[in-house]
């Protein structure tokens, strides 16, 4: 039996995180900088939350940083996906630092049609892809914009909702403020072959 790797079926949510300048962006770009990089894939941004300045999460001390969600569709294997995100964050000046370190631009896949997918301890090793991301539920930073974004959305594992997830625990809402957006006339570059 033939397994077709690709998928068009159910809708892929991304969050985007930014602090640190890239080679070609910086941080209130990101938002754009995704959105017109994925464009040229084929994969279309039906969604976008507001982009919110967040404190940054971790014991690393760092910028705070601009944080969205998306909603994309199109015709890509989960796999792929993974690595065309990571060429794009490549693209955009990221290189290998500090695990949750500083960024010009991190693309995670939040949830791929509910697909579940790995093992969270597995998290760590490279292209090892895990769905749902196991930080989903403890993340502010992603809840606030997935909630206002998605708000039908259900946690493939939990069965709960971004806004139900955060009303658990108010305090994830801390020190998250909206930021207004900035002037379009973003060039994503070219991603790393
Ligand atoms: N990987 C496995 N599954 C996935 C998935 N579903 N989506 C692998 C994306 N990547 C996935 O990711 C580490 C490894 O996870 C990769 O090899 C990938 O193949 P990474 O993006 O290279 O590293 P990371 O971003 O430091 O790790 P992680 O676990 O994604 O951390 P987070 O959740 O992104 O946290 N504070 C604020 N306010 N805002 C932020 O955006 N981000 C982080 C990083 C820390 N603090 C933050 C923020
Ligand atoms: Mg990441």
Redesign the pocket.
């Known amino acids: 039996m033939r397994i077709h790797k690709t998928t068009t079926i159910g809708d892929i949510w991304l969050?985007i995180?930014?602090?640190a300048l890239g080679n070609t962006i910086n941080p209130r770009l990101a938002l754009e900088y995704t959105r017109t990089a994925l464009l040229g894939h084929n994969l279309v941004v039906f969604s976008s939350s507001c982009v919110h300045i967040?404190?940054?999460?971790?014991s690393v001390r760092q910028n705070?940083?601009h944080?969205a969600v998306i909603g994309i569709r199109g015709s890509i294997a989960p796999a792929a996906l993974?690595r065309l995100?990571?060429r794009i964050?490549r693209s955009a000046g990221r290189r290998l630092g500090v695990?949750?370190?500083p960024?010009p631009l991190?693309?995670?896949?939040?949830d791929f049609g509910g697909r579940i997918i790995?093992h969270p301890a597995r998290?760590?090793?490279?292209?090892?892809?895990?769905?749902?991301?196991?930080?989903i539920a403890a993340?502010g930073?992603?809840l606030v914009p997935l909630a206002e974004v998605a708000p039908h959305w259900r946690h493939p594992i939990l069965g709960v909702s971004a806004g139900t997830l955060l009303a658990r625990k108010p305090g994830l809402r801390r020190g998250i403020v909206p930021a207004t957006q900035p002037p379009g006339g973003l060039n994503p570059g070219r991603t790393q072959k």
């Not at 967040?54 to 971790?58: A, D, E, R």
């Not at 991190?106 to 939040?110: G, N, P, Q, V, Y």
């Not at 998290?123 to 930080?135: A, D, E, Q, S, V």
């Open positions: 969050a995180g930014a602090n967040t404190p940054p999460i971790g705070r940083f944080n993974l995100l990571k964050e695990r949750w370190g960024r991190d693309i995670d896949i939040l790995g998290m760590t090793r490279p292209g090892t892809l895990i769905l749902p991301h196991p930080g993340r930073f992603v």
